[in-house]
């Protein structure tokens, strides 16, 4: 088992990414701390993880705000004793994100409040507890779209996956003689609701999939696979990488037919 003993905590695990990452970690050996404001979807993994079984608690979170962020990395503490990994996996793609021209100032706030901000105050306030533990695994889900434009705009999307990869890379540096790695996961184009409630039509879809090298969205499960190597004392000396899972996408100028 790669995760034998150690706690991880995994916001926005009420499904896609977070869930397939939950079940994952805990059949490796982890202790779960599955946080989400879906109830309902934190519940099913927190029931999945059990079935399998593994240890898992729902903890009930906006990860833009700083006392539900407290309480969350206080439950790990609680719960479990200490906390080793923290996935500050949460993030929201708005419907009405567009260009410069038509994206609202809501829809901006909003989009920086969860994504960034949630980035930010997961580590504030989890960063104290990995010290604690004399270590650990800091994950942030940044995107490929932090390192590569995009004519279809998300523009706040974009923006905020661009901040997450910088703060990323600062916090590598700060914390790097602590025992603390902090890595940049960046995935593709995934096939999760995230995405696919988005590209709605056969048309979107194909929009985008020209683009992928490998002729197809990724899987959930396969962004929790490496996940769980930048969890792991497999990736002892990566920090402040930009980890992108992508089939391809970022080394094609010309795809396949
Ligand atoms: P998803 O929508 O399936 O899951 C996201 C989860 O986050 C949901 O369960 C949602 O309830 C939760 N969430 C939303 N706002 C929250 C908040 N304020 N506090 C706590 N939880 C909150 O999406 P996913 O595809 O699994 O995305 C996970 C991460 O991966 C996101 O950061 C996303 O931006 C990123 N990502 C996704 C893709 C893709 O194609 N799906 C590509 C690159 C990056």
């Not at 916001?11 to 990414?17: E, L, Q, R």
């Not at 994504?115 to 889900?141: D, E, H, M, W």
């Not at 988005?198 to 992928?212: C, M, P, Q, S």
Request: hydrophobic share 45%; with cysteine.
């Amino acid at each position: 088992m790669r995760l034998r003993d150690k706690v991880a905590l995994i916001t926005g695990a009420g499904g896609g990414i977070g869930r397939e990452t939950a079940t994952l970690f805990a059949r490796e050996g982890a202790a779960i701390i599955a946080v989400d404001i879906d109830d309902a979807g934190g519940d099913a993994t927190v029931a999945e993880v059990v079935a399998g079984g593994g240890r898992a608690s729902y903890v009930h979170a906006d990860v833009s705000v700083a006392d539900d962020c407290q309480k969350m990395i206080a439950a790990a503490e609680g719960t479990y004793g200490k906390l080793d990994v923290l996935f500050n996996n949460a993030g929201i793609s708005h419907a009405e994100d567009d260009d410069a021209i038509n994206t609202s100032e809501a829809v901006w706030d909003l989009t920086m409040q969860v994504n960034v901000k949630g980035v930010f105050l997961g580590c504030k306030y989890g960063i104290p507890a990995l010290q604690r533990a004399g270590g650990g695994s800091i994950i942030n889900t940044a995107s490929f779209v932090a390192v590569l434009g995009a004519a279809t705009p998300q523009l706040a999307y974009t923006a905020s996956k661009g901040a997450v990869l910088s703060m990323t890379r600062e916090l590598a540096l700060i914390h790097a003689r602590e025992n603390i790695r902090v890595n940049a996961l960046c995935p593709g184009p995934l096939r999760t609701e995230l995405l696919m409630k988005y590209l709605d039509t056969d048309e979107k879809k194909n929009r985008r999939l020209v683009h992928i090298p490998m002729g197809r969205f990724g899987e959930a499960h396969e962004i929790a696979k490496a996940a769980l190597y930048l969890a792991s004392e497999e990736s002892s000396f990566v920090t402040g990488s930009t980890f992108l899972v992508d089939g391809g996408i970022t080394a094609a100028y010309v795809t396949p037919e």
